[in-house]
């Protein structure tokens, strides 16, 4: 259905990380005070926004195809504008080429100029101009972009941008430029805003958190800050995404310790569980380290879950490397595992790697590692039949009458509710351990 009315509308569409999902705020609350409203439909939109994600090549694949399938919705609504930003944007040369080839694109901008939509966006409806905007170097930090949150009462808080670290296989620090940390001052003043507006769950987000405050005058450690959040009243739940275990501090792990309201569980990469494949991806630790980090973490706190990601068919993985992870897998007993299958991605150092693998030899590797983890997930999962947990309430499946949410631990609960509990504190005794989530009831 095409909006007829008087109200302008928006609709964006969000791929990848939580980093993405905030920026995605950020564009919303962009449009907002321009006077446009949200619309779950994207017929509907006066504005539709593409917030993409280059991590891996199938997700850039699907999005290309899906941002040329828009000239269909355009043609039917010709005074649209359309806007492409994020991650993938940023490669240049794509870019220039989609604009060439997406006539139907108003805007294609990179991760620098988000700051800079509603000027792109009022030129191009008012004089009908394109823009292609994409900065090379992507230093900057923009501060006081308005926000529209979605999902009271948690809310993602940017600490720092970028990444330094060169993983082989990455893509992140070509697209997303150098790391630089916010000041403490503006992270507490954001913080302070929203506990004061009711939110309670706070995520800090960064690529590598752990090496937060790098280049600002007034050192910082990621633990001094955390203890400075802690201090804080208001907040019920705080989380960090993401962790580079090669710089878990010993101080990091004492927050853990003490935790106030730190929640009882870390995202922790692990990438592989050999030391031989870890060192050709750059990632600066090895196996032992890795498996130090979580014997401390867990003498610190024991219960602590523990999340991960990891990826199959590195070049020149050899099957006793990947059983290397599989085997870690099963020591840790990980409480969840991302799995990717490697992708080739232009500009990093695997590109030019040698001993590419065969699509075949990643698809056999990866679903044999996704088995095991079921199996760790499984047993964590029974283990907590019986119990009963404090659950924040993120969403509903309306039709099954169900809702769903997160333990203090990052376990997802499903439970009979109505969806008007989304946004609630409940308790939940648990009846049925899965292997991707828990079953339970209200009590
Ligand atoms: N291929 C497969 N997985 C990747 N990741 C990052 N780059 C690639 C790539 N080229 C995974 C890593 C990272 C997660 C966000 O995505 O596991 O931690
Ligand atoms: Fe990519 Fe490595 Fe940086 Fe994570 S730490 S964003 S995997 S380069």
Redesign the pocket.
Known sequence: MINSGTKKLYHIVTYGCQMNSHESEKIAGMLTNLGYQKTDSPEEADVLAVNTCCIRESAETKIVSNIGALRKLKAEKKDMAIIVCGCMTQQKPLSQRMFQRFSHVNIIIGTQNLHRIPEFLEETLETGRRTLAIEDDALKIYEDIPTERYTKPSAYVNIMYG?D???AY?I??YVRGGERSRTPEKILAEIDRLTDDGFSEITLLG??VNSYGKGLPESLSFAELLREIEKRGGIKRLRFM?S?PKDISDDLIAVFKDRKSLCNHIHL?VQSGSSRILKLMNRKYDRDHYLKVVEKLRAASPDIAITTDLIVGFPGETESDFEETLSLVKEVGFDSCFTFKYSKRSGTKAETMDGHLSDTVKTERIMRLIAVANQEMMVKHKSMVGKTYEVLVEGAHTEKNQVFGRTDDFKLVNFLGPSELKGQYVSVKIRKGMKNSVFGELV
């Open positions: 990444c670290n060169y993983c990455c992140v620090p690529q590598n993401t580079h990469p």
